[in-house]
């Protein structure tokens, strides 16, 4: 299943989409529905091959904004308010570009422009904590504690072990399969909208954690300078599930897509890429979508 819909009291309520990371399907926001649903009709979508959706080995972040769009089609809602986690924050972004008429506000949330920045931080990320795709299938698994630790800051999972024991058997109750956790890891690689998100007009507000091991604050703040109309929200102390380790950001999450403009800060717009810049980036992108490379990669959890 692609989706599930959670329909607001409030008649005339917009709605919102929320789009997840790696590895995920829309389940993992489900504890903040209480507190969504009653502002917005709620559209929790299912990366492929998560919760019954169909999977694409190949998937790319186009695919997916289109399989989203395709579901808001489906539901007839022509405009929307579109949140973003992780990978989801790169579907976001595309959505925003394909689409800009149907987003009236987005939320990303612990993410970047990818390119050359997420490639580095995969780099780190399979570096130093899983050193290799197959050790991140086994610990997700096997031991889900271990991938949910290092998603979480280091001070929350020491302080907060038992919420680390309960987000471990959400993840068991929605069990991915190793190809879709290595077609979502290909997918968010090969991401980039370095160039193109200077373009986006869409009111957004960006959210990270100071403390995320997984996308660096760096990222995220050459995002929001990239954005037209971006404010930024850094959580101290936060990891890469804000959503999670700190539920009454939710609460700002909902004043921002109600209207509220005084979330978060003003960073200043950032000077558009140059042509040399865009070029290698260009260039980037061509490697990532080298099919050998792909297979490859996609073939380690065969």
């Known amino acids: 299943m692609l989706y599930k819909i959670y329909k607001s009291e409030k008649k005339n309520a917009p709605y919102l989409l929320m789009l997840p990371g790696v590895a995920c399907g829309g389940f993992v926001f489900e504890g903040a529905l209480p507190l969504l649903t009653a502002h917005f009709h709620v559209v929790l979508f299912n990366n492929p091959g998560t919760d019954g959706a169909p999977l694409d080995r190949t998937m790319s972040v186009m695919s997916v904004a289109r399989q989203a769009l395709h579901v808001m089609d489906e539901l007839k809602v022509p405009t929307f308010h579109v ?13 925003a570009l394909e689409a800009p008429e149907r987003v009236l506000r987005m939320v990303l949330m612990s993410t970047s422009y990818g390119g050359m920045q997420t490639e ?11 050193h290799h795709m197959r050790v991140f299938h086994e610990l997700y698994h096997q031991r889900p504690e271990r991938v949910l630790e290092m998603m979480v800051a280091p001070e929350f999972a020491a302080k907060y072990p038992e919420q680390i024991t309960a987000m ?3 993840f068991a109750g929605h069990k991915t399969n190793p190809a879709a956790v290595a077609a979502h890891f290909m997918c968010g690689a090969r991401f980039s909208a370095f160039g193109e998100v200077d373009n986006i007009t869409v009111p957004a507000l960006v959210i990270h954690g100071s403390a995320d091991t997984i996308v660096s604050v760096h990222g995220a703040r050459a995002l929001a300078r990239h954005l037209q109309k971006a404010r930024y929200l850094e959580l101290a102390g936060g990891g890469h599930v804000p959503f999670i380790e700190k539920p009454e950001v939710m609460a700002d999450v909902c004043a921002f897509l109600t209207g509220d403009n005084t979330i978060g800060e003003a960073l200043g717009r950032a000077e558009r890429p140059t042509m040399p810049e865009v070029m290698a980036d260009g260039l980037w992108r061509a490697g990532q979508e080298s099919l050998g490379g792909i297979r490859s990669l996609l073939a380690m959890f065969d």
């Open 83 to 95: 949140f973003g986690h992780s990978m989801g924050g790169f579907v976001a972004q595309r959505i």
């Open 120 to 130: 580095r931080d995969t780099h780190r990320v399979m570096q130093d904590f899983v």
């Open 168 to 170: 471990a058997e959400l």
